[in-house]
């Protein structure tokens, strides 16, 4: 049955509800991909906006079928939620304007809510206002996957999309692609194919189930197709197409060079080390937190450390009893995390990184700073092949000797992992485009 916003727009136009459905942007009409107002001169007056703003939705309807017509218009929802999905959406929701047969939708799960974990994110990378924010703030992983779904199905249901596109491994990926996938919805995985062969890691459960049921799955770099090939997924359900997040980076960096974070922070350029720690295995067990706290310790006594703290890190550390001491050294600085492009200059202008996130690996691969991986093992090796990281795992020692052989890293060959040209996300909307044409 259409809805009250569909009867204003047909009314207006003249066009049968049953035969078409719509889409308008910024006050023009589509009839499935065809510019309404230009092949028939119709724009939206006043009184239609009036109408169309009485009716208590605004003008989000997505033609997937007429009559007549050749071209159609998809209806895509786009799913954010933790600071890392921010970066890899930008550069889509850029790269669908060139295809107006693609009609995007933000849902912001909330999954992260403060300003530093994501609006800064909206603003500094120009993201659209999200359509629909579900709020389901923090949680045990349960908890927090079980509210996301509850509420999503809700918008599912309502907005009737025709595919839902996912990025990365948290858990906003895992419960969004899991609802839309029991509807029936076609799903999409960009950042797909990511092992790091252990299952302890929550992410690495969510990037499993999420690869298993997408209908497309885009992969970053080749260890995530030959992975998706081994677990029996269909070749031409995967495209290897790039890094998006890389194009986040590759836009906005000289943009970034221009903040004033270091002297905001009172260091100079080159001359000290930047640390993020958040992974569970690492801030969840006071015996490993004690381990790497220690490492910090010794090496703040040669290069000063700025010490990006996630909040759960900062919780977890004050009730281990280690935050006092961590914040008490005279080289350590203990900061909440920064937005975006304060960050990268930070990284970018690093002697050295010290993280367990594997989306800083690929970033300092990029930037050309040695970086090393508080962790076993990571799920992007090509930042190892071919760029700047190196596994350290998470013994107080093995830190400190790898921070004495940074001149390894500095010294040994590398080049940039293939497709990571800032392209990716134009390459990702064109498949999309072209498959659901």
């Known amino acids: ?12 136009l003249g066009i049968h509800p049953r035969r078409t459905r719509l889409v308008v942007r910024n006050g023009q009409c589509y009839n499935r991909g065809v510019g309404y107002a230009a092949s028939k001169s119709k724009h939206l007056d006043d009184d239609v906006r009036t109408r169309l703003k009485r009716s208590g939705r605004a003008s989000r309807l997505v033609c997937t079928e007429t009559a007549n017509g050749k071209a159609r218009v998809m209806k895509l929802i786009n799913v954010c939620g933790a600071r890392p999905n921010f970066m890899k959406i930008a ?41 629909v924010n579900l709020d389901v703030g923090s949680g045990s992983h349960a908890r927090q996957t079980a509210e996301i779904m509850t509420r999503f199905e809700t918008v599912l249901l309502e907005e009737k999309p025709d595919a839902v596109l996912v990025v990365g491994d948290v858990n906003s990926t895992i419960a969004c692609v899991l609802v839309a996938c029991k509807l029936g919805i076609a799903t999409i995985h960009v950042e797909a194919g990511l092992r790091s062969f252990d299952r302890t890691m929550p992410e690495e459960i969510n990037r499993i189930l999420t690869d298993a049921v997408s209908d497309l799955l885009f992969v970053s770099e080749p260890s995530g197709e030959e992975n998706l090939r081994r677990e029996g997924l269909a070749p031409e359900r995967i495209h290897f197409v790039g890094n998006v997040m890389i194009d986040t980076l590759r836009r906005h960096l000289d943009r970034a060079k221009r903040t004033p974070v270091h002297e905001q922070l009172q260091i100079c350029k080159g001359q000290y080390g930047v640390v993020t720690l958040h992974r569970p295995g690492n801030v969840d067990c006071r015996d490993t937190l004690e ?8 090496i703040q006594k040669q290069l000063p450390l700025v010490f990006c703290m996630h909040p759960r890190t900062r919780d977890q550390a004050k009730q281990s009893g280690l935050l006092g001491k961590l914040e008490s050294l005279p080289d350590i600085q203990v900061i909440p995390p920064l937005g975006y492009l ?17 989306g800083i690996q690929e970033e300092a691969t990029i930037l050309g700073v040695p970086c090393l991986t508080l962790r076993e093992n990571t799920e992007r090796p090509i930042t190892l092949t071919h760029g700047t990281n190196k596994l ?36 990702i909307a064109a498949i999309i485009a072209r498959t659901f044409s």
């Open 392 to 427: 350290v795992g998470v013994r107080e020692c093995d830190i400190v000797d790898a921070f004495h052989r940074l001149d390894d890293i500095r010294n040994r060959p590398t080049r940039t992992p293939p497709l990571w040209d800032g392209q990716a996300a134009a390459r």
């Open 291 to 298: 381990e790497i706290f220690g490492a910090f310790q010794s």
């Open 91 to 131: 550069p889509l929701m850029e790269a669908y304007r060139a295809f107006p047969n693609i009609d995007p939708l933000i849902i912001h799960t909330g999954q992260h809510y403060d300003d530093n974990m994501s609006k800064s994110f909206f603003d500094e990378l120009s993201i659209p206002k999200p359509d």
């Open 342 to 358: 304060d960050f990268l200059h930070l990284m970018a202008e690093a002697r050295a990184i010290f993280t367990d996130s594997g």
């Open 1 to 12: 049955m259409p809805t009250a916003t569909s009867r204003v727009l047909h009314a207006a």
